[in-house]
């Protein structure tokens, strides 16, 4: 059973820009959460997919999006970047227990 | 809405003494709680959950619905429990982790 992995591991981008961040699935599970984690801060609930469906989302604007894939993959997208919007995204797979990935480490200059 | 309080950042205890992390929540339903363990350079990881009432690497916690809490202890801390220790809650249909801003433990030789 392989655990959940992210890519990339960090990268920079500037005010205005947009992201796209992966995620692939622990194998067997089809449920993938996207967290934000705030330096000091613990992992906020970003939106959950459910067999390519969105299944919940937290108190995210619009311009964060996602996508999951037919093999239960996932995307982060976020548009128009705004400088707080700097953190680590964090992407586990399951529902009942959640398996995290290492995490996207994104600064916005 | 659920809140979830860890009111210590960090917290240090002398190898061998016993070890008590707060945590503190609100909720308006039937809160099924965790705990979530980041040791060094490592992902974040499930280190228990309330409804299974296991004991990890000698770590315990016990609901108080009365008082609102889930106090995470261990009798004896060990070096290798140095760690930032996230309380979390699950609410919702995507069943969505809320988590506390973590305690960072370390243990002292």
């Known amino acids: 059973e392989t655990g959940v992995t992210q890519s990339p591991t960090h990268l920079i981008k500037t005010r205005g820009q947009q992201v796209t961040l992966r995620c692939s699935s622990q194998s067997g599970h089809n449920t993938v959460s996207w967290y934000q984690q705030a330096l000091g801060q613990g992992p906020q609930f970003i939106f959950q997919?459910?067999?390519?469906?969105?299944?919940g989302r937290g108190n995210f604007p619009p311009r964060f999006s996602g996508l999951q894939f037919p093999n239960y993959s996932s995307e982060l997208n976020v548009n128009a970047l705004e400088l707080d919007d700097s953190a680590l995204y964090l992407c586990?797979?399951?529902?009942?227990?959640?398996?995290f990935g290492p995490g996207t480490r994104l600064l916005v200059l | 809405a659920q809140r979830v309080t860890q009111p210590e950042k960090l917290l240090s205890v002398f190898k061998g003494a016993p070890v008590e992390l707060k945590c503190n929540y609100s909720?308006?339903?039937?809160?099924?709680l965790f705990w979530y363990v980041q040791y060094s350079r490592q992902r974040l990881q499930l280190l228990l959950r309330h409804i299974s009432r296991e004991s990890i690497k000698g770590f315990t916690a016990d609901l108080n619905k009365g008082e609102t809490s889930f106090h995470l202890k261990k009798p004896f801390a060990q070096e290798e429990d140095s760690a930032m220790y996230y309380c979390?809650?699950?609410?919702?249909?995507?069943?969505?982790?809320?988590f506390g801003s973590g305690t960072q433990l370390t243990v002292l030789p």
């Open positions: 979390a809650l699950t609410s919702g249909s995507a069943r969505q982790l809320t």
């Open positions: 997919y459910y067999r390519e469906e969105e299944n």
């Open positions: 586990a797979s399951g529902q009942e227990t959640q398996y």
């Open positions: 909720y308006s339903g039937s809160p099924e």
